[in-house]
């Protein structure tokens, strides 16, 4: 497998998140650079702060390694883990998220890619980790089957070529119940490309 340089582009673990709950949202955000708040963004970046303070403590059988940032040089990677545990010598990773707990697939690909990464630093296979959802106060168990393994490396070379690229914007989810909820809605105006398309199709048949 080719092997990355430090010189040359990394894809971080956020943009996985991003992706592939909305391509246009992580162009916006990698591409172009541009980031909006919203309460959703101030109110994970608040309940985040204790996570991304660097140190470790023991809990129980548990030891906690706290914002531990990892690179692969494999897949070209650079991101951060909330927290990596280790237990009865097993360590994985654990990805703190605000809201109640829920099968979002961009948050479970992009804790598979800090296990790959944690996988090339250990030299040994990362079967699972956690998602920790703060509403809830409850985790939910996923296991990195090579289905998601998969899915998520592919992931990350669409994500790269889309750096390289540098095209114009790509689709959007277009979901209004979604949408309205993303901090970069006033940045991507999805109703307005909506109606636009919407009275352009109505022009072609009047």
Not at 8 to 19: D, K, P, Q
Not at 93 to 121: F, I, S, T
Not at 147 to 170: C, D, F, G, H, W
């Amino acid at each position: 497998m080719e092997c990355f340089k430090m010189n040359e582009l990394f894809i971080e673990g956020h943009a996985i998140n991003a992706y592939v709950y909305c391509p246009r949202r992580c162009y916006y955000e990698y591409v172009e650079r541009v980031f909006y708040h919203n309460v959703y963004t101030i109110h994970g970046k608040l309940l985040h702060e204790h996570v991304d303070e660097v140190g470790q403590e023991k809990r129980g059988e548990r030891q906690l390694y706290r914002s531990l940032f990892l690179q692969s040089q494999k897949l070209g990677l650079s991101i951060r883990c909330d927290v990596v545990e280790e237990k009865n010598g097993c360590l994985y990773p654990v990805e703190y998220k605000r809201g109640q707990l829920a099968n979002w697939e961009n948050n479970q690909m992009q804790l598979c890619a800090q296990a790959l990464a944690l996988e090339e630093l250990i030299g040994k296979e990362v079967p699972f980790g956690y998602l920790f959802f703060y509403g809830s106060f409850r985790r939910q168990k996923v296991e990195f089957t090579t289905e998601l393994r998969e899915k998520t490396i592919e992931i990350i070379a669409v994500i790269r070529k889309m750096y390289q690229e540098k095209n114009s914007p790509p689709s959007g989810i277009d979901d209004w119940s979604r949408c309205r909820h993303c901090s970069m809605v006033d940045y991507c105006l999805p109703q307005d490309r909506a109606n636009l398309k919407g009275k352009v199709l109505w022009e072609l048949f009047i």
